[in-house]
Nanobody, 116 residues
C-alpha cells in the first residue's frame, strides 16, 4: 500500500520561506492529481494547492502568489514551496491525491509554525 511521508516543516518568522516534500512509496503515486492540504487547530482539513496529472495547478485564494506546488515523478515526490509565510499559514500540512477514489491513508503530516 502507498505510504506518504511529509517533511520540511518547522518554525519560521513571518515573511519567511519553507519547502515541503511529500515522498510516496510503493508506486508512481505522485503522477496522479495530487494536492497539499493543511489543518489548523480547531479547523477542518483544507486543500491549499493541487497539481493535475497533466501539470496544471490550483491554489486557494489565500496562498495564491505565495505557494508553488510541483513534483518530481522520477522521485515520486511532490513539493510545496511556501514564500512570504503568514501566521495564518500555521497548520499541519499533508499531501494526498485530489480524487477521493485515489486517496490513500494520510501520512503524519509536517508542522508549519509561523511566528515571531
Amino acid at each position: 500500500q502507498v505510504q506518504l511521508v511529509e517533511s520540511g516543516g518547522g518554525l519560521v518568522q513571518p515573511g519567511g520561506s519553507l519547502r515541503l516534500s511529500c515522498a510516496a512509496s510503493g508506486s508512481t503515486f505522485s503522477a496522479n492529481a495530487m494536492g497539499w492540504y493543511r489543518q489548523a487547530p480547531g479547523k477542518e482539513r483544507e486543500l491549499v494547492a493541487g497539481i493535475a496529472s497533466a501539470g496544471s495547478t490550483y491554489y486557494v485564494d489565500s496562498v495564491k502568489g505565495r505557494f508553488t506546488i510541483s513534483r518530481d515523478i522520477a522521485k515520486n515526490t511532490v513539493y510545496l514551496q511556501m514564500n512570504s509565510l503568514k501566521p495564518e499559514d500555521t497548520a499541519v500540512y499533508y499531501c494526498n491525491a485530489l480524487l477521493a477514489t485515489m486517496k490513500v491513508p494520510w501520512g503524519q503530516g509536517t508542522q508549519v509554525t509561523v511566528s515571531s
